[in-house]
């Protein structure tokens, strides 16, 4: 069983070596017989092989059983002529990671101004409003003149129909609750067909309960009433803000897991970009990057059906949990330790959660 490791630019080395030492304890526990295996992309790939990411690497990862991505520093990324791609868009198309799942729960030991909760982001990961995902090569934000762009969105009926019904599907396993968020009063059109498919598919499912909410209102309703809220299917640009919101609602930015699913391939990949203002302090939450790669572990324990993969996955969250009551947690969330120090508690408790 092989992870490829990515550790990333800004906070991804710290938070990387803490999730590792997280993994490599659930593999001993677990005898998951479990093989990490470096490699480098984002800024370091770009000094040493003049890109972010190569084919080369691709075609590791291809191989491999699952990918952790570090945050890179997209942003720094802006000429692809000059091999500064974005590697998370390149992984997710790449690989066709169509579903971006972001949960986001409070924790016993933890305040927050919202009060309990525990829901779900889905994603749409490889369309939508992002210039880098909408068009075979090249990016489809267009300069008009030096004053005019425009930047196209592309939605079509077969991403929205995956990514429904890998929603449904993970509302089957919860609380059976749907919420469809979507901007439909103005992208009539594309928004629109996102909303019917989503109930289309949804007539497979009629266990499942479904509302939907306009984007704009629903920051509202997340922040006034998140308890009501099981699992929110939406497109890819409104998941990305939403899930930032939801994750700092349950306590921090660094708190909440993200996975990126397809059908062949999964990415455990930080909800969280590279924080280059706490870079290299040990103050860096590695929470967020722990909790993806234990819901890697648990996207391999589904597909090859290993419940001894499963059980890892579920023991860090408990292990999270665990940490979290007992305070031994980065300066983000209340607690006084280094992200070094919250990685080996977590591991610690891993040993026997
Ligand atoms: P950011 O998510 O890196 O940081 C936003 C704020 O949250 C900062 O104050 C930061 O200190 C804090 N924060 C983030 N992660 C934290 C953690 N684990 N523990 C404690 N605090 C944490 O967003 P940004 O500053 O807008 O972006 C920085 C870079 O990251 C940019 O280049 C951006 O493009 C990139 N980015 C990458 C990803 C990704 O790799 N998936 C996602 C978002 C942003």
């Not at 933890?110 to 009060?115: A, S, W």
């Not at 009629?206 to 929110?232: G, L």
Request: with cysteine; glycine share 8%.
């Amino acid at each position: 069983m092989k992870i490829i490791v990515l550790p990333g630019d800004g906070i991804g080395p710290e938070t990387m070596a803490a999730t590792e030492e997280v993994l490599q304890t659930a593999n001993k526990r677990f005898d998951l017989s479990l093989e990490l295996e470096h490699d480098i992309a984002g800024h370091t790939s770009l000094q040493k092989y003049g890109s972010t990411v190569t084919s080369a690497l691709l075609e590791k990862v291809r191989a491999a059983d699952g990918l952790m991505l570090g945050p890179m520093s997209t942003y720094d990324f802006k000429d692809e002529s000059k091999g500064e791609i974005n590697p998370s868009k390149y992984f997710r198309k790449s690989l066709d990671l169509y579903a971006n799942i972001r949960p986001a729960r409070t924790y016993q030991g933890l305040t927050n101004k919202v009060g309990p909760f525990d829901l779900i982001v889905v994603r749409e990961n490889t369309e939508g409003f992002y210039a880098d995902r909408n068009v075979e090569s090249g990016s489809s934000e267009m300069l008009i003149t030096p004053d005019v762009v425009i930047s196209l969105r592309r939605i079509t009926r077969l991403c929205c129909e995956r990514i429904a019904r890998a929603s449904f599907e993970l509302a089957q396993t919860r609380r059976k609750k749907i919420t469809i968020v979507h901007k439909a009063n103005v992208l009539k059109i594309a928004d629109g067909m996102f909303i019917d498919i989503c109930k289309t598919v949804g007539q497979e499912y009629p266990d499942v309960q479904i509302d939907d909410f306009i984007v704009d209102a629903m920051m509202a309703h997340v922040v006034r009433t998140p308890d009501k809220f099981d699992v929110i299917v939406t497109t890819n640009m409104f998941g990305d803000i939403l899930s930032d919101l939801t994750s700092e609602l349950s306590g921090s930015l660094g708190l909440a897991g993200s996975l990126n699913a397809g059908t062949h391939y999964a990415m455990g990949q930080a909800a969280h970009g590279s924080a280059p203002d706490i870079a290299g302090r040990d103050v860096a939450n590695p929470m967020s990057l722990i909790l993806s790669a234990g819901m890697l572990l648990g996207w391999c324990g589904q597909q090859k059906k290993s419940p001894k993969l499963l059980e890892a996955s579920r023991a860090i969250d408990r292990a999270a949990e665990q940490v979290i009551r007992e305070g031994q947690v980065t300066r983000d969330v209340g607690g006084n330790l280094g992200t070094q120090a919250a990685g080996m508690a977590l591991a610690k408790s891993l040993q026997t959660v």
